[in-house]
């Protein structure tokens, strides 16, 4: 099985900064894609920001110039530096990782979800 452990999440005034971690183990020979996703109360769990193997990258366009995701490979982890922060960022944000495990298939893994909370 492969397991997510995420950090960083907290509680910030608005305009603020936090940085999320998730980092993937167990039987993976190759991570190709990570993501952030988020659940507010009330509404669907939406997409955040994704970044393949290959660095390519995209957003929601309401964290557009504000999220940055990025990856490090060898540690099998991916960032989320958020800046800029608003009330309405306020969700529960998952990690999710897509790849492959020893024996060669494919597989989908979510994090626990770690809460960010945005005051005004």
């Known amino acids: 099985q492969v397991q997510l452990v995420e950090s960083g999440g907290g509680l910030v005034q608005a305009g603020g900064s936090l940085r999320l971690s998730c980092a993937a183990s167990?039987?993976?020979?190759?991570?190709?894609?990570m993501g952030w996703y988020r659940q507010a109360p009330g509404k669907q769990r939406e997409l955040v920001a994704r970044?393949?193997?290959?660095?390519?990258?995209n957003y929601a366009d309401s964290v557009k110039g504000r999220f940055t995701i990025s990856r490090d490979n060898a540690k099998n982890t991916v960032y989320l530096q958020m800046n800029s922060l608003k009330p309405e960022d306020t969700a529960i944000y998952y990690c999710?990782?897509?790849?492959?495990?020893?024996?060669?298939?494919?597989?989908?893994?979510w994090g626990q979800g770690t809460q960010v909370t945005v005051s005004s």
């Open positions: 167990g039987r993976i020979l190759r991570i190709d894609a």
């Open positions: 970044i393949t193997r290959g660095t390519w990258t």
């Open positions: 999710n990782v897509d790849g492959l495990n020893l024996l060669g298939n494919s597989f989908g893994s």
